[in-house]
């Protein structure tokens, strides 16, 4: 029996006569039942990212390169830093996951430039309609839809920034019959959260088992899984992995599911494809994952710590001198980045290192 949710966002524009995704949802799980909530989260980030620019004013959020140019030009000065230290490898490639508009790499690749490095750029894009954005900004890059895609002759300097935390999630629940999974039904032309049947006691971390009722444990295999193939790219070819995303350093509880629509949080259920699903990564997850495949691991460190460490506070004063009349904006602008009740706490920073490279600025 075909999946009816296989099909592609591109498959779907060609054919006027494809159910729209809540229809197609609606079918799977009148076929086969509840589905699993990494199913429903993946289906409907598949549909949203494939059909739409979401950034900006006009559209769902704003990520933080496309707050301020400081954000891109130094982790470009952090990665020449790095590939300068590291030997100068030729040639080191540049690689974005979910590059968004490009604009993170065309700030950081100017800097990277005035830094004396121009890497070729691979980026890892799934969306048509991000990809026309990215190639305005940076026409050279080349695209691939997954890591196979990417050449295996060369160190690789992977930026992956807010891009694990829209991956699919499972999410288990403590209930009075053990732990449970989370599931998602159908009620008419409802979706909702429901609790399967099938035990998950001994997967549970056993700090967690005796969680108070209704505790939710969330897990990501996507993102495991994605991170150990990375990982054994880097540990292959060389080179480096920053990733900048919300977070904690886990194992812990709590439901952190949650839709972007507009600007403003929506029910993660209604509307599927309509609204940016996410859920918080759990960094000491992807620690355990990239040590286990024989990288360094350097942090997390709080975004804010690590730009300042970067040197943004110098920066921002080098722009407002060059532009007075942006001064307030410029602060404005660093504040939200690093501030710890902005983006500064809750956002953290991971990087990974191929054995023999550097330990690289921000985390000494």
């Not at 506070?313 to 404005?332: K, M, N, Q, T």
Request: proline share 9%; net charge negative.
């Amino acid at each position: 029996m075909t999946n009816p949710l296989d099909a592609k966002p591109e498959d779907r524009r060609d054919n006027a006569a494809e159910p729209a995704l809540p229809e197609r949802l609606a079918r799977a799980i009148t076929l086969a039942g509840p589905i699993p909530l990494s199913q429903f989260m993946g289906a409907a980030n598949a549909h949203y990212y494939g059909t739409r620019d979401p950034l900006g004013a006009r559209g769902d959020f704003t990520t933080a390169p496309e707050i301020s140019q400081m954000f891109g030009e130094l982790i470009g000065l952090w990665l020449a830093d790095l590939w300068d230290r590291a030997g100068r490898p030729e040639p080191a490639r540049y690689v974005e996951f979910g590059p968004g508009r490009g604009t993170l790499a065309a700030d950081a690749l100017r800097a990277m430039g005035k830094a004396g490095f121009a890497p070729p750029v691979d980026f890892l894009e799934t969306s048509p309609v991000l990809r026309a954005a990215q190639k305005e900004r940076v026409p050279h890059a080349a695209w691939h839809l997954d890591l196979a895609g990417l050449p295996d002759d060369a160190p690789l300097l992977v930026v992956a920034n807010e891009f694990f935390d829209a991956l699919p999630i499972r999410q288990l629940v403590h209930t009075a019959q053990g732990w449970r999974e989370r599931l998602v039904a159908c009620q008419d032309t409802l979706f909702l959260p429901v609790i399967g049947d099938r035990g998950f006691d001994a997967v549970i971390p056993p700090a967690l088992r005796h969680a108070a009722p209704g505790a939710i444990l969330e897990t990501s295999p996507a993102c495991v899984a994605l991170l150990r193939a990375l990982a054994q790219r880097l540990r292959a070819q060389g080179g480096a992995a920053l990733i900048l995303d919300y977070g904690y350093e886990g194992p812990a509880i709590g439901d952190t599911l949650q839709a972007v629509r507009g600007h403003a949080f929506a029910n993660p259920f209604d509307a599927p494809g309509e609204a940016d699903l996410t859920a918080h990564v759990d960094f000491g997850t992807l620690k355990e994952a990239a040590a286990a495949e024989g990288l360094t691991v350097h942090g997390p460190v709080t975004q804010g710590d690590f730009l300042k460490a970067l040197g943004i506070d110098a920066r921002a004063r080098a722009l407002a001198r060059s532009a007075p009349e942006r001064g307030d904006a410029i602060a404005a602008d660093r504040n939200r980045l690093v501030a710890d009740d902005q983006m500064g706490s809750l956002f953290k920073v991971l990087a990974l290192t191929a054995p023999g490279w550097p330990v690289p600025a921000g985390f000494a």
